[in-house]
């Protein structure tokens, strides 16, 4: 199993451009969300999935958009990226089992000048 | 809205020596409590998890409390090792938050030789 992948591993954008980060994973988890790791912020939620179809908005979810179309894949959208943006993005997946334990992608470093 | 709050962001002890870290957490009432290990560059990783009926949960050098009533969870690393420094984060689950997972700043704990 890959676990969980994340595309690109780095990007640059400049302010008002658009992207999708790529989040999929191999091992049927129905849980997916994303976060944004910021120093001295910890991880925060933007956006999570209990289920192809179903997303709900963690606890930044301002300029972020997400869809799920299928179990495996989570992609996280930016409309018009700020500067604010800039970050550290992390995937993550559980099944949905008492054990709770959820796993991380590498994360994608995003810079927005 | 919940808040999550770990003793201290940087702790640093010699190796050999028993590092105990710090999770307090307010306004919600977690079924269980997670620990994950974060290393510089790469995504965190699941360490343990304790119920909240579980006083004490040990897996090797590693030893976790959860005091349900002081709402704070203690983290112990014994015979701390160089190996052992990264950022330890805890993660209080389940309850109210479901699907969600909200995470505490973390610690970076470094073992000297």
């Known amino acids: 199993n890959a676990g969980v992948t994340q595309t690109p591993k780095f990007q640059v954008l400049k302010t008002g451009q658009s992207m999708t980060l790529q989040c999929a994973q191999d091992m049927n988890h129905e849980y997916m969300s994303w976060y944004r790791q910021d120093p001295g912020m910890g991880l925060r939620l933007i956006h999570y999935s209990v289920g192809a179809g179903i997303t709900d908005q963690g606890e930044v979810p301002n300029g972020y958009n997400v869809s799920r179309s299928t179990t495996e894949d989570f992609p996280l959208r930016l409309l018009s990226a700020a500067p604010s943006q800039t970050s550290v993005y992390f995937c993550?997946?559980?099944?949905?089992?008492?054990?709770?334990?959820?796993?991380f992608g590498p994360g994608t470093r995003l810079t927005v000048t | 809205s919940q808040k999550i709050e770990q003793n201290s962001e940087a702790l640093n002890i010699q190796e050999g020596k028993t590092a105990t870290l710090t999770c307090n957490y307010t306004?919600?009432?977690?079924?269980?409590l997670q620990w994950y290990r974060q290393d510089p560059g790469r995504g965190p990783v699941f360490l343990l998890l304790?119920?909240?009926?579980?006083k004490e949960k040990r897996k090797e050098r590693l030893k976790v409390t959860f005091d349900t009533t002081l709402k704070q969870s203690l983290f112990h690393i014994t015979a701390s090792q160089p190996a052992d420094s990264a950022t330890y984060l805890c993660?209080?689950?389940?309850?109210?938050?479901?699907?969600?997972?909200?995470f505490g700043r973390g610690t970076q704990l470094t073992v000297w030789p």
């Open positions: 993550a997946s559980r099944s949905t089992g008492t054990t709770y334990e959820q796993y």
């Open positions: 306004n919600y009432s977690p079924a269980y």
């Open positions: 304790i119920r909240e009926n579980e």
């Open positions: 993660a209080p689950t389940g309850g109210s938050t479901l699907g969600r997972l909200y």
